[in-house]
Each structure stands twice: as C-alpha cells, then as structure tokens.
C-alpha cells in the first residue's frame, strides 16, 4: 500500500530566537565552549527547575556521567537504575567501572517499581537512578525514603522530561542531582548537548572541575585531577536559550496533542492503552506511547510495519537491558518484558495537525481492529 502521508515521528521546532543567538555567535566569534549563551542558557534552566546550580555538557549520557564520577563511584560499587529504559541509563555506571543492579518497571507508569528497591540493596550500593521515561515523573517520596535510609544518592534522569512535575515540583529537583538531555527529538533541543540540575554547591564545583578536564578554575592550565572534555559549545548553549525562552509553548502543544489521541483513543482500551498519567503527575509527553491488549493477535512489529506503510512513523519502546548482551540477565523482568514487546510510540511532534491525529487515529484503530 502506497503511503498517502509522510508524518514523522517527532523533530525540532525552533521557532523562538534560536536563529538570532547563533548568528550573534558566529558574527562575534564566541561559537567553542565559552561565551554569554553557555552562562546565561544555564542560568535560566537552573531558575526553571528550581535550584542553585545547573551545568551545561556535551550530551544527555555525559550529564549522567560527571555526577558518578564526583560522587567517587567506582570498581566494586554498584548503583539500581530501571530495567527499562534507554542503556544510558545503565552505560553511564558501566564507564565507571560499578555495575548497575537492575529493577522491574510499574505496569502502568512504566518506571521503576519503588516496592521492588530495597530487595536490590547491598552493602556495595552507592546510589540510585530515575527514569522519568517518555516524560512520565517517577513517584519519587518512597524512592527519597529509601535513598536517605540505606544513605544512598538519587539521580534523576530526566533527559525525557523537561517540564514534567512532581507533586508540583519540576522533575531535577527532587533528588541530588538530576540530569537532562537535548537531543535533536526532546521537547527542547541543542541538537545535541545536557544539562545536570543540583542544590549541591561542593558536587557541582567538583563536576565543573571534571567537566573542564580538571583544570583548577584558580590556576590556567594546571590540572590536580584527570578530567573531561565534556563542555557544551556557545552555538548549542545559543539554541538552547531560545528553546528554554519557549519552553511552555512546547509543553502545552505536546499536552494539546496527547490529549488529542486520549480523546480520539478512549473508546478502544480493548485494543491498546496509552501510558497512565497518574494523579500526582504532570506528564510532559516528549512521546505519547501505545501499549497493545493481548486481544490483538498480529505482533507489535507488525502492526507498526503497517503504520509505516500508511505514512506514519512509529518507534518501537525501549528494550529492557536484561535482554541485551552488555547487560543479559536469566531473571525475569515481567512487567518491563511484556510493555517492551507489545508497546509503540507514535508521532508526538508539537507541530502535529489535528487532522494528522485524526488519520493516526484512524489508521491505529483501523489495523488493530483487523488483526483481532
């Protein structure tokens, strides 16, 4: 079947003043790792999510590597991170030589199951991370009790979420540290780059110091420590402002979109459930997903090859990392096993037309209702 449309999965939209920030740098020259964007992007991000310090990086994986390292995590330690998630998550602890300890996902959030924490914990556990996965906030109050019991760190990871709430708090503020991404498809984007949220004044000067290959910020070009060249550049931090500047626009057509297929979606839950957004939550949607009942006898994959042929981009959820090589676990995962191998994203672009909706809609229920 010939496609009749071609909508993509997701995308940037820089419609602010991106364009103005980045010519700014290229007509002044600042365009490598300093400049006014670097101090000013950071500046802004940290008075959004509400705390002291926020430091720009390279990307959303780097983000989650500096607060390892300055917290010191090593061979022998071992950090709980989720299952199911992107293998970041998991990579980040592996570059410092620790081992990430896995667990199991709520089956309606989807993100890790704070009943399932405590079994995880051992004398060589240095410390948790969140996922706050496809911008869903995990249910942080237990995982905080936990955390502060056993004198763990929490790292939020929150490169899905940007904006997305708490119990009213935004997610990179509930725990030690939280860690964004900007990645050309989230809700705001440098193309690439990060950015770690803390209150901690001692842990954001130690990353800034590794973050800078370890030059003493008193003395140029003298170096206690063995650092990282994982700076962001003046052009990405330029874009990054113009972004942050329209973040709320961003987040309430992302919030206009999901609530479009919630409306269109609602009267099939035979067929498939959209991820729950819990009452405490606010979901910032960077991708609506779709989770497909067992009454649906054509596999995922199949469904989704159909969608494509139809015009429509889908993506596949994350694969849990116990079924992946680096990571392969014979333990069971069920919760995380059954949403990986029956779930979907589907388009969640914030420049999405109603009647691009409307089709998807059409097209989802259309082949669901024809492999039942």
């Known amino acids: 079947m010939k496609a009749v449309k071609n909508i993509p999965l997701a995308g940037p939209v820089l419609n602010g003043n991106e364009k103005k920030y980045v010519m700014d740098c290229i007509d002044t020259g600042w365009i490598s790792s300093n400049g006014k964007y670097v101090t000013a992007f950071e500046q802004n991000f940290a008075k959004y999510c509400g705390v002291k310090h926020a430091l720009s990086c390279a990307n959303g994986t780097v983000a989650l590597h500096l607060p390892l390292l300055a917290y010191g995590v090593g061979q022998g330690d071992e950090i709980i991170v989720p299952t199911f998630t992107y293998i970041a998550t998991a990579n980040a602890v592996t570059y410092c030589g620790a081992t990430p300890v896995l667990v199991d996902c709520e089956p309606d959030t989807w993100n890790m199951n704070p009943k399932l924490i405590e079994e995880k914990i051992t004398d060589k556990t240095k410390g948790i991370i969140v996922v706050h996965l496809y911008g869903h906030p995990v249910d942080m109050d237990p995982i905080m009790e936990i955390a502060r019991k056993y004198n763990l ?49 001692d842990l954001a000067a130690r990353m800034r110091l590794l973050r800078g290959q370890g030059m003493d910020p008193e003395r140029r070009y003298w170096f206690n420590v063995v650092g990282y060249n994982y700076r962001m550049t003046n052009m990405q931090a330029a874009i990054g402002l113009g972004q942050l500047e329209n973040i709320e626009w961003h987040l309430e057509k992302r919030k206009n979109v999901a609530n479009a297929y919630i409306r269109e979606l609602s009267e099939y839950k035979d067929l498939f459930t959209i991820q729950t957004e819990m009452p405490w939550a606010k979901h910032s949607y960077w991708m609506v997903s779709i989770l497909l009942t067992d009454k649906i006898k054509s596999s995922r994959d199949e469904i989704m090859m159909l969608l494509g042929n139809d015009g429509i981009e889908t993506r596949p959820l994350f694969y849990p990392m116990h079924q992946m090589p680096p990571y392969y676990e014979e333990s069971t995962y069920p919760s995380a096993d059954l949403i990986s191998a029956r779930g979907f994203n589907i388009p969640t672009n914030a420049v999405l037309s109603e009647s691009d909706i409307t089709y998807i809609c059409e097209r989802l229920v259309y082949h669901c209702e024809k492999n039942t």
């Open 153 to 201: 760190f929490v790292i939020e990871d929150a490169a899905e979420a940007h904006g997305a709430e708490y119990k009213g708090k935004v997610v990179g503020s509930i725990g030690d540290v939280g860690t964004f991404s900007f990645f050309g498809n989230k809700i705001i984007s440098t193309g690439e780059g990060g950015m770690i949220t803390t209150n901690n004044e």
